[in-house]
């Protein structure tokens, strides 16, 4: 139903400097998976088979990732360490990973629309690899394409945060029409405490409708001079076509330092069980 998945990988990563500047703040690895390969694998078992990734000067480590390494391929093969490959050479064998870069940095909202080419006419997933999602019992795009199912517009996941914290989110006014399901009548990119709708914030999952691209297409840059996907999303939600989904499951802020250690943590725990 929805094949193609949207990763806006241009930034910079300037919190992880000096780590991010001959590497893609993407190839971060917690434990020994790089973070875009998370979302990668998120995308999969939501049943996409297409990887559309925006990429930008210096993320070339992104195409090489998934792409066959011959020379590391053959040192390997037949040895004890060959079994460490088996994932990476899975997704890169039975999926389709398409790039186009995006030169300028005008926000989110311009990734995606510079992702169009790659996308076409379709509904379409979009990740941000920093917001890294465990889900619960599912994946959260699996729960968002169960939901799409339904409603056949725009969906965002959503998480309750604090007060304090909301501006650093797009945040949404919305009325709840089932447990956990909200019907979003407006959305604020990062607001004060004080303008904040609710305490809703949007984390890195979408799932859009094309339309968005049109509505891109004219959105003038908002909030810190950049195009933001929020705007755009917020004509969508004045005809009713987005959907908040508080989701299941845990997310963490790998975009920051803090988030970033949390994951480690709670993936290595997991790594050692296994
Ligand atoms: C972006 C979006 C914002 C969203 C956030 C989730 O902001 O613009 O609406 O809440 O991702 O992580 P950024 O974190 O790129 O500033």
Redesign the pocket.
């Known amino acids: 139903m929805i094949r193609k998945c949207l990763f806006p990988a241009a930034?910079y990563g300037t919190r992880f400097l000096p780590a991010t500047k001959a590497i893609p703040k993407e190839m971060l690895p917690i434990v020994n998976k790089p973070l875009i390969q998370y979302g990668v694998e998120e995308a999969i078992e939501a049943g996409m088979d297409t990887m559309a990734i925006i990429t930008g000067r210096g993320k070339r480590a992104i195409e090489d990732h998934f792409d066959i390494s011959y020379e590391l391929e053959h040192q390997i093969k037949g040895t004890s360490k060959e079994h460490l490959l088996h994932d990476i050479r899975a997704l890169v064998e039975n999926y389709t990973f398409t790039y186009t870069r995006q030169k300028e940095m005008k926000?989110?909202g311009h990734a995606v629309l510079v992702g169009q080419t790659l996308i076409g006419s379709e509904p379409f997933a979009v990740v941000?690899a920093?917001?890294l999602c465990e889900g619960e019992g599912k994946g959260v795009l699996a729960q968002m394409v169960e939901l799409y199912k339904k409603f056949r517009c725009s969906i965002v996941a959503v998480m309750e945060v604090p007060k304090e914290k909301i501006s650093?989110?797009?945040?949404v006014s919305a009325k709840e029409i089932e447990e956990g399901v909200y019907m979003v009548s407006d959305m604020v990119?990062?607001p004060s405490p004080k303008e904040a709708p609710s305490n809703l914030?949007?984390?890195?999952r979408y799932i859009l409708t094309p339309d968005i691209f049109e509505i891109l297409e004219r959105t003038e840059p908002g909030a810190?001079g950049e195009i933001?996907?929020?705007d755009a999303l917020k004509e969508q939600a004045k005809n009713n076509m987005v959907i908040a989904y508080r989701f299941k499951g845990k997310r963490f802020?790998c975009?920051s330092v803090e988030g970033f250690v949390e994951a480690t943590n709670y993936f290595y725990e997991k790594f050692k069980a296994k």
């Open positions: 930034g926000g989110l941000l920093d917001d650093k989110y797009g945040v990119e990062k914030a949007v984390i890195g810190g933001q996907l929020t802020d975009g």
